[in-house]
């Protein structure tokens, strides 16, 4: 069944493009999941189907999903935080920064701060994990 699904998102939906933007969250939450645990059999096609998806919306399009859905849903949290840590890439300029954050840090640090607050110590460490490596700091 999986399989089957992933295959009709891929066919149907990602060439529907900036369309898919009204109803982006749900459906980013929907597919998320299978990246709950990385030894499943689906996380390599699941990764890959939102990355085809984030390119087709648009990249602070599809962040903006992407931190709204780690803000609100915290069943949503550990396959998210996931694919963060596989598909973010180390913010080196304000550009990154800004691409990465969708120009609404209050939305990042909401989310992160909801996600350091989880009672999962999997979600908390990994939440952990994304602001050292992928978050810039001052290191005078």
């Keep these: 069944v999986k399989n089957s699904l992933l295959e009709l998102y891929e066919v149907y939906l990602v060439p529907l493009g900036v369309e898919l933007i009204p109803s982006l969250r749900p459906l980013v939450l929907s597919i998320i999941l299978g990246l709950e645990e990385e030894s499943s059999d689906y996380f390599i096609k699941v990764n890959n189907l939102l990355n085809r998806i984030k390119q087709a919306v648009g990249t602070s399009e599809f962040y903006d999903a992407i931190w709204t859905g780690l803000l609100i849903s915290p069943h949503h949290r550990l396959a998210i935080i996931n694919f963060l840590l596989k598909n973010i890439p180390l913010i080196t300029s304000n550009q990154d920064l800004i691409e990465i954050c969708v120009n609404n840090t209050k939305l990042v640090s909401s989310a992160l701060s909801a996600a350091l607050q989880d009672q ?15 978050f810039p700091t001052d290191k005078r």
């Excluded at 999962?120 to 992928?134: A, P, W």
Aim: charged share 25%.
């Design 120 to 134: 999962e110590q999997l979600v908390v460490r990994g939440s952990l994990e994304i602001l050292l490596k992928h």
